[in-house]
């Protein structure tokens, strides 16, 4: 018996323009992906990802570790939601944790149209963060810790209720290894300075480090990494398949997790 996951990362639908983004954040992340981003984010990997995913990948649970679009506007979701939909179609469990992105924002409409989004796209397996969800091999603890900050930050907030269920989850004597399922990684990165950190990250980093959170399955930083050990343990950071044209194909077989890194129309990298 195997278990293959496919991980994917921060899409990025491009930003549309909205009057009140002149109010608030969105007209930081507006200028940002239209002016910073712009071509290098190509829309089309995702749809080609969703095709590899179900014609050629297969796999038993589908990680989308957040970021689906970039100022949280409904419409950002809804071509968001339509780029995804054959993955919900298809019946595979869907483990989502939003982003900074996907919350960027207080406004009543964007929230709802997160809300919405949040809503279809795990359909197949609708879980209430911080939860669990349980495979005959693996169990996943799906976090969200994206909060709206001010426009100079990007961080994550992992609240002591989400610190304290990923350590309740640890303890248990289930001999399943525990997948922490996030946006944010939980490793200190040279590449997370300060505002892109996730605050409140320590006590679930230490149980990274020890072993007792398995593997950290994350996004957030747009460049992809990943730091195991021998047994493929320890975290990786997905990067953006918009970006990076990466998806990454992660199988535990034996008591081992093992990596393979493919282009959104499924050639190896
Ligand atoms: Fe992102």
Redesign the pocket.
């Known amino acids: 018996m195997s278990t293959k996951i496919v991980l994917f990362s ?1 899409i ?1 639908e491009h930003a549309v323009f909205s009057p009140r983004a002149l109010l608030d954040k969105r007209l930081f992340g507006l200028l940002n992906s239209t002016f910073c981003r712009g071509g290098s984010y190509r829309m089309e990997r995702t749809d080609a990802a969703v095709r590899t995913i179900l014609n050629d990948l297969k796999p038993d649970v589908i990680v989308f570790s957040g ?1 689906a679009v970039s100022t949280s506007d409904p419409r950002e979701f809804d071509s968001a939601l339509n780029r995804l939909r054959p993955l919900v179609d298809s019946g595979i469990p869907i483990l989502f944790s939003p ?1 900074n ?1 996907d919350r960027y924002v207080r406004d009543r409409t964007c929230r709802e149209g997160f809300e919405r989004f949040r809503i279809a796209l795990t359909r197949s397996c609708p879980l209430e963060w911080p939860a669990v969800y349980e495979t005959e091999e693996l169990r996943f603890a799906v976090i969200d810790c994206a909060r709206p900050f001010n426009p100079v930050l990007s961080c994550g907030q992992m609240s002591p209720e989400t610190a304290s269920f990923l350590e309740s989850e640890a303890a248990k004597s289930d001999p399943r290894p525990l997948v922490c399922v996030g946006h944010f990684p939980l490793r200190n990165n040279a590449l997370l300075e300060f505002r892109h950190r996730l605050i409140g990250s320590a006590r679930a980093t230490a149980l990274l480090e020890n072993g007792s959170i398995a593997l950290s399955l994350a ?2 930083v ?1 460049l992809p990494s990943q730091s195991l050990d021998a047994r493929g343990r320890g975290e990786i950071i997905a990067g ?1 398949l918009t970006k990076w044209d990466i998806l990454r194909e992660i199988t535990f077989d034996g008591g081992v997790f093992t990596v393979r890194d493919l282009a959104s129309d499924g050639t190896p990298r």
């Open positions: 921060d990025h970021d982003g992105h996004g957030h747009h953006s």
